[in-house]
């Protein structure tokens, strides 16, 4: 179990620039999730999928933000045209479900400054 | 997204038990009760979960009111390496886990 990895670690755009970032769950895990945290706060939930299917998106997810997660596997979430507001750490959690308590285990996140 | 209220912070003596609560008056009655924590420039780990007994593991223990209306987080033994954010989540199968800003505790050499 070599956990749950992102990548980059940290990432400096420019004002207006796409940015991706990748993770990769632990391998037989079936749900991964996208958080966002900001300095201060909790991590704010993003979108989850289980397997492919992405089920849920968060009501604050712009358009500008798309996650894909081909074959079920690992994830990539996408921000275009990246705004200062966007600067956050970016989280990646997965989890087993289909036992009747599920844990989320995290990576340590991608860290994303916007100039 | 359930609600759950713990202290903004909190302090304690190094190798002194530490006791953490949380309120969750709406809990419902297959509502889980997770925490987790997160230590400085990493994600969060999980530390332990219950729905109405209380829980023992080998990092902590979890404290379930009888009502379920509140619970309480225990360290036995706080060590500077559990000086973290400890956060408290109510969680539903096939629901997401929405996390507070939770309880940032100190421990003091």
């Known amino acids: 179990d070599t956990g749950v990895s992102q990548n980059p670690r940290h990432k400096i755009t420019k004002r207006g620039q796409n940015v991706t970032f990748r993770c990769d769950p632990i391998s037989e895990h079936n749900r991964l999730y996208w958080y966002r945290q900001t300095l201060g706060q909790g991590p704010e939930f993003l979108t989850y999928f289980q397997n492919e299917a992405q089920l849920e998106k968060s009501r604050l997810l712009s358009d500008r933000f798309s996650a894909e997660r081909p074959k079920g596997s690992f994830s990539t979430l996408e921000i275009q045209r990246t705004e200062q507001g966007d600067s956050a750490m970016y989280l990646c959690?997965?989890?087993?479900?289909?036992?009747?308590?599920?844990?989320?285990?995290f990576g340590s996140g991608t860290q994303l400054s916007v100039l | 997204d359930a609600k759950t209220t713990q202290p903004n912070s909190m302090e304690s003596n190094e190798e002194e038990p530490v006791h953490l609560p949380c309120n969750h008056s709406t809990i419902s009655g297959t509502d889980y009760i997770h925490w987790y924590r997160q230590l400085p420039s990493q994600g969060p780990e999980y530390v332990i979960h219950g729905l109405t007994s209380n829980v023992n593991n080998r990092m902590a223990s979890l404290a379930i009111a009888e009502d379920r209306k509140s619970s309480t987080l225990i360290l036995h033994r706080a060590t500077l390496r559990d000086a973290a954010v400890y956060y408290c989540?109510?969680?539903?199968?096939?629901?997401?886990?929405?996390f507070g800003t939770g309880t940032s505790l100190t421990v003091i050499p």
């Open positions: 959690a997965s989890s087993l479900v289909g036992t009747y308590d599920e844990k989320l285990f």
């Open positions: 989540i109510l969680t539903n199968t096939g629901n997401q886990f929405y």
